[in-house]
């Protein structure tokens, strides 16, 4: 995948905007942290998120993801229900709810014994702790929560600092594996596509060459 992504699309009458790739990895942090509001289904539909999605369909390892994620939304109900349907499904996935199928969105749930609040919590405080940064205490999540490591990606990403290839790196060793437990267990597709979307950009992050960071910048 490549940043920032096409700016054309076929039926566009106006160019699709290009989509920096650090606002990728921020939107996708939002979207595992909690259920979408029904403003947030109504954005996805029409207006200037529609268009980054339209334009992120256009790249080969994003579109399929995309296409799956944007079907959830576009029912023809109102979306207000469409979010209460996510809410359900964001509580079933995430937090427990859905019993043996449930996901964990957390690194160590799926990394080492499978046991929670494990080494990559540690791990991942201190690399926060490298960017002067710390999980918010409203948050109530350990730092090895999917949305709090997406969210340091795209900082990360955003300033095209080098650390980005060790937190790739960690995504790489269990984002596949949530993915393909989001595809199997969302009945909506929402999630899944999500984790699809975030699968392959995993995988083109993965392969990037390091650059050196230039501090003065």
């Known amino acids: 995948m490549t940043a920032p992504l096409p700016t054309t699309g076929p039926g566009s009458a106006a160019p699709l905007p290009a989509v920096p790739e650090a606002e990728v990895w921020a939107w996708l942090a939002g979207l595992f942290t909690a259920a979408p509001s029904p403003e ?16 992120l369909a256009l790249d080969p390892d994003l579109g399929p993801g995309i296409a799956r994620l ?5 029912t023809g109900e109102d979306p207000a ?3 209460v349907r996510l809410a359900v499904t964001f509580g079933r996935l995430f937090l427990g709810i859905g019993g043996p199928e449930t996901v964990p ?11 929670l609040f494990q080494a990559p919590v540690g791990e991942m405080e201190r690399l926060m702790a490298a960017h002067d940064l710390a999980v918010a205490a409203d948050l109530h999540e350990p730092a090895d929560h999917l949305g709090i490591e997406l969210a ?15 937190l790739a790196a960690r995504l790489a060793a ?17 999630f899944g596509g999500a ?10 992050e993965a392969e990037r060459p390091i650059a050196a960071f230039d501090e003065t910048k």
């Open 81 to 83: 229900t469409v979010a």
């Open 40 to 55: 947030a289904i109504a954005a996805m539909r029409r207006g200037p998120l529609a268009d980054a999605l339209a334009a």
């Open 195 to 204: 984790a699809e979307v975030l699968a392959a950009l995993v995988a083109c």
């Open 152 to 166: 340091l990606m795209a900082r990360l990403v955003a300033a095209d600092h080098p650390d980005r290839a060790e």
């Open 105 to 115: 969105p957390y690194e160590s749930a799926h990394t080492g014994s499978g046991r």
């Open 174 to 190: 269990w984002v596949p594996r949530f993915s393909r437990l989001c595809v199997a267990h969302d009945p909506t597709g929402y």
């Open 70 to 74: 944007r079907a959830a939304t576009a």
